[in-house]
């Protein structure tokens, strides 16, 4: 059979759409089931000293419930240091961290300015003492034994970062449901990664590094993107922890999570270039997995457009026609789940079509700022998360 240059197009397109979300994952399943990619884990870890450092900009609402789940975990207490950084909170953060100076558990510094989380980590962290360095959010509550089973992963000498587990509290509004799920889809791919040693990224709400790995994050980069990323270049491994769980307030407002999201894309494609720029371009099993991940899923926006496009001129074959038919429909439902989530209307139905819109969407609007020279260094937190 003879296709077009139309058709041939149209099926490169849809084959990367369908590499991207549901292939990708599927290579990583069987993967993960070699011999050879299955880690074992030593439980002997518990000798580290750890730092559980939490930044802090106007946390006034959380910060108390922070620093008690912090000192709650299962973790030998002579061997776990708190350290809370306050990025010149101009509410009730500072005094409400004053009230816990006297416990020689913690740690508190002060930012005169708010400079933002890279500023507070590059200023702060080389202050504090634990081996092993346990970054989170002032929003982000530990489950009690996530400290025991990050730490327990450092015993393997090759391991240089952990990822854990982020679950969200179950939110109301579609947008809130559908991170929900979308994040539940997104750790079984860093699952997969990980026991390959090639969790490409991590989750800010909480992972952890050797302090010799330690770097200064650059101002307009994720720390959680760019720290794995630097593990990875210095040749070890990088794991996931799915019994370390921090659980956090999903986003209520797609006008927050579409901000962030494009926020996110654009600080993380300036941190694969600034990699790249200290270490030399990525190759072999990392680069596979960073540019099917992340690069490739961060263009399917525009390659999902072309999809649609390229369709509209061979609906004359049945086959092309139904394919038309179907991606139409789960737009369609994509644009009624933003017109009901306005509305305040809860329908199931259009949570999974609408969040895939909005992020993918989200992710290209990222990469279009990231080319116009956009580099943000510090924002807002979303105020409905917390």
């Known amino acids: 059979m003879n296709l077009s240059i139309l058709e041939i197009l149209f099926w490169v397109g849809l084959s990367i759409s369908v590499y991207v979300y549901l292939a990708y994952p599927l290579l990583l399943f ?9 880690k074992t884990v030593n439980c002997r870890g518990y000798s580290f000293s750890i730092t559980l450092f939490i930044p802090a900009y106007n946390e006034e609402s959380v910060i108390s419930d922070k620093i008690d789940n912090a000192l709650s975990l299962k973790y030998p207490t002579d061997l776990l240091e708190v350290a809370i950084a306050s990025d010149g909170s101009t509410d ?5 961290l004053e009230e816990h100076r006297s416990n020689p558990r913690v740690k508190i510094f002060y930012n005169e300015t708010n400079e933002g989380k890279n500023a507070l980590i590059n200023k702060f962290v080389p202050l504090t003492d634990g081996q092993i360095i346990v970054f989170t959010d002032a929003n982000s509550i530990f489950s009690e034994e996530s400290l025991l089973t990050i730490v327990r992963h450092f015993s393997d000498s090759t391991v240089g970062c952990v ?19 979308y994040f539940k889809y997104e750790n079984v791919i860093r699952s997969f990664e990980g026991k390959q040693g090639k969790m490409v990224g991590a989750n800010g709400a909480i ?5 010799e790995l330690f770097e200064a994050v650059p ?3 994720p720390n959680d993107f760019f720290h794995p990323l630097v593990v990875l270049k210095k040749g070890y491994q990088t794991v996931f922890e799915e019994k370390a769980i921090a659980f956090e307030k999903a986003t209520e407002s797609h006008e927050e999570e579409f901000k962030r999201r494009s926020r ?8 694969i270039v600034e990699v790249n720029r200290r270490y030399g371009v990525f190759s072999g099993r990392a680069w596979f997995n960073i540019f099917s991940h992340k690069i490739l899923r961060w263009l399917t926006f525009p390659i999902l457009v072309c999809i649609w496009a390229l369709n509209l001129f061979l609906l004359h074959d049945p086959l092309y026609l139904t394919l038309f038919i179907c991606q139409t429909i789960f737009y369609i439902l994509g644009a009624l789940g933003y017109l009901f989530e306005k509305a305040d209307l809860k329908i199931k139905i259009f949570y ?5 819109m909005l992020i993918n969407l989200a992710a290209f609007v990222g990469m279009l700022q990231w080319l116009r020279g956009n580099r943000i260094v510090s924002w807002k937190t979303a105020s409905t998360t917390r």
Do not use: M
Not at 163 to 181: F, I, N, P, R
Not at 264 to 271: L, M, N, P, T
Not at 352 to 356: D, G, K, T, V
């Open 92 to 96: 009730r953060t500072n005094e409400i």
């Open 352 to 356: 999974i079509p609408y969040y895939f």
């Open 163 to 181: 990822g854990g587990k982020l679950t969200y509290l179950s939110g109301q509004s579609a947008v809130a449901k559908g991170e929900g799920l």
């Open 219 to 221: 101002a307009h980069v």
């Open 30 to 38: 069987y993967q993960s089931k070699s011999p050879k990619n299955r």
């Open 207 to 211: 992972y952890a590094i050797r302090r």
């Open 264 to 271: 996110i894309v654009e600080r993380s494609v300036s941190a």
